[in-house]
């Protein structure tokens, strides 16, 4: 085993990182359901974060990163709110929470 | 193997083993406890970053709010009768190509930059930093947080409000 795989360094934070956002944004891109869609943004966002406080660990010794994802979280849990808020209205208005479902708008 | 390095390939497995089932199971609610438990190990690999912190606020805010609150909402919108929650996904195979495309290219950025790092990496306490900070330099986006978070806080009380129709009780 060389060193690049035992030596945990900055590389291997970002790559767990570019993993989850690739899995994220599978879940943005090809969920029917609402929730479903929700849970990948919470999955980049989790991504996002998990660079910053890498950078804030390697790259720079001030804490200016973990601020960052703490704002990061605090914004997370708003946008959940709103998103599942709306969620439940659209349940309560057409009985179903499949994006595609929701066309009254269209054409 | 160094303890250390075998800890951290644990976690990370965790975390991409439970965002692969979030990603691609086809039932909601198994989706939901594997977000949990991927949330759980992002928390390990901060723990693994010394921010001691930002962990404990991740478990608080993120697993204790957020992700009981999408259980909530996946628990409100699916009908009792169904066993099986379905969760389908459309158009796996062009998500797919974008995905490996961006991926491709994100990872060979992430490997092949020449990221600044510093030479000397301490593991320290943070949260009296950051507190100091908070009142510190960054004041502003404090108290800032605390109106957006009023202000969402009604708006969710606004959108999911349901409109109580003239005929009841007259």
């Not at chain 1, 090809?30 to 980049?44: P, Q, S, W």
């Not at chain 2, 990603?23 to 609610?29: D, G, K, L, W, Y």
């Not at chain 2, 996904?89 to 950025?109: E, F, H, N, W």
Request: hydrophobic share 60%.
């Amino acid at each position: 085993m060389n060193a690049a795989l035992l030596d945990i360094g900055l590389r291997h934070f970002l790559l767990v990182s570019l993993v989850v956002f690739a899995l994220g944004l599978y879940c943005v891109l090809t969920r029917k359901n609402a929730i479903g869609i929700l849970m990948g943004v919470e999955l980049i966002l989790n991504s996002a974060n998990i660079n910053y406080i890498a950078f804030s660990h390697f790259s720079s010794g001030r804490y200016d990163g973990q601020i960052f994802a703490v704002f990061v979280i605090m914004l997370a849990a708003a946008e959940a709110v709103i998103g599942l808020a709306i969620v439940l209205g659209i349940y309560q208005n057409f009985a179903t929470i499949d994006v595609e479902a929701t066309d009254s708008l269209q054409g | 193997m160094p303890v250390g390095a075998l800890i951290f390939y644990l976690i990370a497995a965790l975390t991409i083993g439970s965002a692969m089932m979030v990603a691609f199971s086809r039932n909601i609610v198994y989706s939901a406890f594997s977000l949990l438990v991927t949330l759980m190990g992002v928390d390990g690999l901060y723990a693994l970053l010394a921010a001691d912190f930002v962990a404990v606020i991740q478990i608080l805010v993120y697993v204790g709010g957020i992700l009981v609150l999408i259980m909530f909402a996946v628990m409100l919108t699916h009908r009792i009768d169904d066993v099986a929650v379905s969760n389908r996904s459309v158009g796996r195979l062009p998500a797919a190509l974008i995905i490996g495309v961006v991926g491709v290219i994100m990872g060979a950025g992430v490997v092949g930059a020449r990221w600044a790092q510093k030479a000397d990496v301490q593991v320290a306490p943070t949260t009296y930093g950051i507190g100091e900070a908070f009142l510190g330099p960054y004041i502003l986006p404090f108290e800032f947080a605390s109106i957006v978070l009023l202000v969402v806080l009604i708006g969710a009380v606004v959108v999911s409000r349901k409109e109580i129709r003239g005929e009841t009780g007259s």
